[in-house]
């Protein structure tokens, strides 16, 4: 049965999306600088402790560059020629055995996350997909996986949406990006992705099997089709997982 989750708006998420709107209405435009965090936290009436959570996360998702001695940075858009050949990610890992392991699958609120980069009203569901990615049974990436809401998806066409609300865990499980590419047929799909360092974190670290304070290389991810967004994506791999494989061109 699908789940729907209710739950409170995290100040944070608030935050998070008060920062993007003044980004994108000019207020602190692309390539500016940021104020300083005491001036930022009086400007938008919060505490520094939450501010400074809220700036890590929007670094993170590539929104600014933070540079400690220096500030914040709201960074340009990225140039839209690129240089990857949009794969799922468990086509990436190898060269061993890959399966995916689904751990959670329902409809969800936006996140600060995929609320930004999919353009979500606050009010709507999207489907979101949590997998662990193993190589020859080893824990290699945890993901996390949002596809854009239903009147988006309509425009993209039927097959993908409803190979969504069909199942909740295909056999064998894959990534959303696998199930997108699946099914997009004739469409053009691109991607733009940044990278990061991070932690695993508790909750990701139990499921991993691995320390909290692991180091982990956090891999963001959006797939639009005719400049619409339709997937937005964290993969976090740890220290010691395999490589990653990359096809470029230019």
Sequence with gaps: MTQVRT?????????????????????????????????????????????????????????ITRKHGVGSRVNQPPATRGIERLSPVEALLGPGPVTCRRLAAELDEPTDFSGFHLRLPPVSRTWFW???????????????????????LGELGPAFAAALGATVSPAPP??????????????????????????????????????????????TQVVTADNSPVLAAKYLVPGGAPLIHLNQRH
């Design 130 to 152: 949590e997998t662990l990615v193993e190589v020859d049974g080893v824990p290699a990436c945890f993901a996390h996986e949002w596809a854009a809401d239903a009147s988006a």
């Design 174 to 219: 894959i990534s959303m990006l696998a199930l997108l590419i699946a099914t997009a047929e004739d469409r053009a799909l691109a991607a733009k992705s940044t990278m990061g360092a991070t932690i695993l974190g508790k909750e990701r670290g139990r499921a991993m099997n691995r320390p909290p304070e692991t180091p982990a290389m956090l891999i």
């Design 7 to 63: 739950r409170r708006r995290q100040p944070r998420v608030e935050l998070y999306e008060r920062i993007v709107a003044a980004i994108h209405d000019g207020t602190y435009p692309p390539g500016t600088k940021l104020p300083s965090e005491p001036v930022l936290a009086a400007e938008l009436g919060v505490g520094r402790p939450a501010l400074r959570e809220v700036l890590i996360l929007l670094q993170e998702d590539g929104v």
